[in-house]
């Protein structure tokens, strides 16, 4: 779902399809285990069945795959691309349940949902980093005294009632 | 363990459509028990926190098929988590006939005559209009792209203490620093001063005619565990001379469609009709030395924006395509607004939509963030969402903290499609001009249309074949039984609906007194707005 670089030389689960880290180095793992969301001891049978996705996806598509690694690990990483585009797609079967693994892939990155977020500012989260996300004050809360360009920039519309409001 | 209490009123749900009723019976008297199915939370509670656990608490992830929906799930409702963009509906939507060809709503219901309860919730809440200097600099950037566009662009008018606002942007969390008035700061507290009484953590069942005479319905509930809303600690039942529903949209026709064998039937209406306001958003991937050269625009020495998480989330909003003239399915407003990190999922990098909002581009557009802009069109949509059987207990099936399962389905019509391509031409019309911006609706794939503004599921209306409640807000063949959410209003508002939810609920309140007051019990209606 976001692609990083290898952790390790052989790393074979991460595809290091892009430059820097990605869900994984973001800890998509860690939040996929979080007591709060209950679902870790359902993951190695969703693990199964992605599996047995891969292997269709291989048999249909003519890719002999390494009996060493499981099939979806296996795969090229636009081959897992693509199945990862099939599994989404609206009436694939299985659909919400894929589309609940993305959305937490996508959460550990793009706001560290199983970190408090003022101390995965502080450990240099790689997702908020990534990002951009910015830092809080000292007490751990957001304040931008700086926030306009404090000026008109549009003209209102004509026809705007009092308070504001379209008429 | 079960016991059955009596009270005079018994209010469903504590957001807009509770709340406001709730304070109007306790302040004329009536006694009014309110049954909330979420926690009671206060600013303390409310962090700066994007971990799961702290505003998965009071926000639900509601997904249906072909559409999802966010909503609040705590005492105050949606008022606690919104963004309180509080606008009233242009004169047309009163107007709208839909694809049924028939007036929608109750022939008594205009702007005109709506104007003076909007005057009262904007009154009470209060709400502010912001000035230029105050609107956050996405607001700016959206409104100087209209400008130069040759469009308008308006500054919304906000349900936030500005003097108290920090511009921190956490405003799905609840407001840490009690500057957005929810109905946690106005009407709920009023009504408790008058002695209504909420119990949080209650989650309603059923609706059934009462057994003791001179109470009309009896409510079943069941209470909830505070750290797992999926289990059930404890059950009860209340009976009531009046009940007022206002379990939101999403939750309303679901207690009614379950409720309906005991009531000997309710219209057909209920459960059908829904609409999600139309709400379409997308995603603008701003080029930042265009803001510069094209916009003249520079924040801070050198840098022209890099503002997308900065400020109130909602800023600005052009009303040039809500006009009156042009045909309905057509008209829109689109505004700029800010939705936290959750939803970034959504943004599209490609044209490619199966692999579009995943992968090596999408990581490229993350690394820009800072410099998104977002924009939310609310369109005129044909009110096609219907809702199937009802699931065992509550409105839908919890299977994770804050993720629900909804049998709601929506399939949007040709009518609704031509709204979306037009409000996508606009946007693009006005931010990809000279290259300023690049900009892509959110994914479909993932959760199909996404809207946080559920509307119209238990509708009024003058005709029973296609509205559930008469022009008062009462279920139709079921005295006493008022609705007063946003599963009233008939259809799409082309603007932000709370404003619009808050005046009904007001407008429904003399009548609700009366009701109660024929059931005897001393209540008057006429207390001055909250303060
Ligand atoms: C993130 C977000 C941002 C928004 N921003 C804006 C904005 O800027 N401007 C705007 O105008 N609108 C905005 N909205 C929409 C607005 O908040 C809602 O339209 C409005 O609050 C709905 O009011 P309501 O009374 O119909 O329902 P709600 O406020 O949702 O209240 C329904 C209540 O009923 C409770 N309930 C449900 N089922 C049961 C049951 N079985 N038993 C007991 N209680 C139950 C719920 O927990 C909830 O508290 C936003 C919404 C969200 C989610």
Known sequence: ?167 | MSVTERTDVLVIGSGFGGAIPAYHLAAGGAEVVILERGPHLTAPDFTHDLRLGGYTRIVDLVQGDGITVVAGNCVGGSSVVYFAASLRAPGFVFDRRGSLGHRLWPSTLTRAALDPWYDRVEEALPVAEQSWDQVPYPGGLFAAACDRAGRTCNPVPVAVDLARCTNCNWMLNGCHFDAKRSMLLNYLPAATAHGAEIRPLHEVQTIAPATTPGYRYRVSYTRLDAGDYRLPVGAGAIEAKTVVLAAGALATPVLLQRSAPLLGGVPQAVGRYFSGNGDRVSIADVDEGKVRDLLGLERAPGIPYQGFPIGKPIGSMSYDRLDPATAEFTRFSLQQIYFPGITDLLAQATDAPATSWFGVRKKELRARWPSWLSVLAMTEDDNEGVFGPPPPTGSSTRVATSLCLSTLSYRPTANTLRGWAAADAEARAVLERDGLARVRPWSENAAGSVSAHPLASCRMGDDPATSALDERGELRGHPGLFVTDGSAVPTSLCVNPSLTIAALAERACPGIVESTAEEGVRARYGAPVPR
């Open chain 1, 1 to 167: 779902m976001v692609p990083g670089e290898k952790r390790y030389g052989g790393d074979m689960a991460v595809a290091g399809a892009a430059p820097g880290p990605g869900a994984v180095q973001a800890g998509a793992v860690e939040l996929l285990n979080l007591p709060d969301l209950g679902i870790g001891v359902l993951l190695p049978e969703l693990a199964l069945l992605v599996n047995t996705r891969a292997l269709a996806y291989a048999a249909t598509h003519g890719r002999v795959l390494p009996p060493t690694q499981p099939p979806f690990v296996a795969l090229r990483f636009t081959d897992r691309t693509a199945l990862a585009g099939e599994l989404l797609t609206p009436g694939a079967p299985d659909r919400q349940l894929y589309v609940l693994l993305a959305l937490f892939a996508a959460a550990a990155f793009d706001t560290a949902a199983h970190l408090h977020t003022a101390v995965a500012i502080r450990q240099r989260h790689p997702g908020l980093v990534w990002i951009g996300f910015p830092a809080p004050g000292a007490d751990g809360l957001w304040r931008f005294p700086d926030y306009s360009y404090g000026r008109r920039l549009a003209s209102e519309h004509p026809l705007t009632t009092v308070g504001g409001h379209p008429a």
